[in-house]
């Protein structure tokens, strides 16, 4: 069942309740909804979930006259409806219309996991970030996940620590990202454009602001993106560059934090594309030059409690690492 977009946002106003309730605020997030779904899974969410609406609204209607009813019809000697109503309507009905409803869960469960995957990502969480691995062309970037359009990703999950729960609401259900134990969530993108997607289980610390961005391109596009995120950056002539780089080399940065061909740690996300990303700090900020100084002075002021101490570098020392990381694209 497919509902035109203007019926959804006129008509059905518990939804619109929904919308309201779940996205005040941000004009710009009702379309994060899953109530616009942009994916084949997330298009059976979707229509479950107005099934259900439908459904059960109908029942909570009917349900709600035979309480006024109740409440307003003066009792009788012989009830007009007998036990045998009470029976049928009170437990034969509901059992079928829950039972239906469970059969019709369950198969659209089913149908998605079943769906042949032709390309692989793996994403590993960590206090509070994702690690995203493209093992069949050796990328590494962090969250931030590209994809090609209308091909099944595959998406292999596991945590470094808690439990985390990976979510791209326009795209497909949940999963949990579990320690020790991969996972499995499988997603397609009917057309390009950014979505995003969140963690949804309560891992403590900044667990609100663990996000991440899921980047869908036309196949050229992603081709393009997988030859430039597989070339390494290249070395700095610039002499304010090349200042940053040392500041990153000799200030602490490479202690957690990778850069393909200068430093290996994977404590923190990697950094090789860092001026191409989206945000900053799992999906906090943007990633503009002022957020990027302000988050490399004082990670703490903008996500609290995340892993990244502050840094003590100079005016001069902190602008050139900021110009450095920004032209890692
Ligand atoms: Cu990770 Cu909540």
């Not at 059905?12 to 616009?36: C, K, Q, T, W």
């Not at 059976?44 to 209607?61: D, R, T």
């Not at 793996?122 to 970030?129: A, C, E, I, P």
């Not at 840094?311 to 450095?324: G, K, Q, R, T």
Request: aromatic letters at 8%; charged letters at 20%; a negative charge.
């Amino acid at each position: 069942m497919t509902l035109p977009a203007d019926t959804r946002d006129s008509v059905l106003f518990p939804a619109i309740i929904f919308n309201l309730v779940l996205f005040a605020g941000d004009a710009h997030a009702e379309r994060e909804s899953m109530l616009y779904p942009a994916g084949p899974a997330a298009e059976q969410i979707a229509n479950i979930w107005w099934e259900m609406l439908v459904v059960y609204g109908i029942v909570f209607v009917i349900t709600m006259v035979f309480v006024v009813l109740a409440l307003v019809v003066r009792r009788r000697e012989h009830p007009v409806l007998g036990s045998r109503f009470v029976f049928i309507s009170g437990i034969g009905i509901p059992t079928v219309i829950l039972v239906v409803m469970l059969i019709s869960s369950i198969h659209s469960t089913v149908e998605m996991g079943k769906v042949p995957a032709d390309f692989h990502i793996k994403v590993d969480s960590h206090h509070w970030w994702f690690a995203v691995t493209y093992p069949d062309h050796g990328i590494v970037d962090a969250n931030e996940i590209h994809i090609p359009v209308k091909r099944v990703v595959k998406f292999e999950l596991l945590s470094h620590g808690v439990v985390h729960s990976f979510w791209v609401p326009r795209l497909g259900g949940k999963r949990d990202m579990l320690p020790d134990h991969p996972t499995e969530l499988r997603l397609a993108a009917d057309k390009p454009g950014v979505y995003r997607g969140t963690c949804t289980e309560y891992c403590a610390g900044p667990h609100a602001l663990m996000a991440f961005r899921l980047i869908a391109h036309e196949p050229e596009e992603f081709d393009k993106w997988l030859v430039r995120q597989s070339r390494p950056p290249p070395v700095p002539t610039d002499p304010q560059l090349r200042q940053g780089r040392d500041v990153f080399l000799e200030q602490g940065c490479a202690a957690c934090h990778a850069i393909t061909g200068i430093s290996e740690s994977d404590t923190g996300p990697d950094l090789t594309h860092l001026g191409s990303r989206i945000t900053l700090g799992a999906g906090t900020v943007d990633n503009t030059k002022g957020n990027l100084s302000g988050w490399i002075a004082n990670p703490q002021s903008i996500k609290p409690r995340n892993m990244m101490p502050p840094s003590y570098l100079s005016p001069n020392d902190l602008h050139a690492v900021v110009e450095y990381l920004r032209s890692l694209q």
